[in-house]
């Protein structure tokens, strides 16, 4: 993400928030990909504020 995101700033609050919440086991009990992908989508979306921010999983 931070190597290509467009934004260098915002990418670095994005990673460091979900490198945080992994940190602190958020992601432990996750027992899905698509859970997984929402739960991801959702904290983006809450770091970097806008809602075009998403993330998918396809088997």
């Known amino acids: 993400m931070n ?3 467009v ?3 915002a990418a670095t ?3 460091s928030a ?3 919440r ?3 086991g958020e992601y432990d ?3 899905s990909t698509a859970s997984f992908s ?6 983006l979306r809450e770091v970097s504020h806008p809602s075009r921010h ?4 396809q088997e």
């Open 3 to 5: 190597a290509n995101y």
């Open 13 to 15: 609050k994005m990673n």
């Open 38 to 43: 929402e739960l991801i989508g959702t904290h």
């Open 22 to 24: 992994q940190k602190n």
């Open 29 to 31: 009990q996750v027992t």
């Open 7 to 9: 934004l260098p700033d």
């Open 54 to 57: 998403s993330c998918q999983w």
């Open 18 to 20: 979900i490198r945080a």
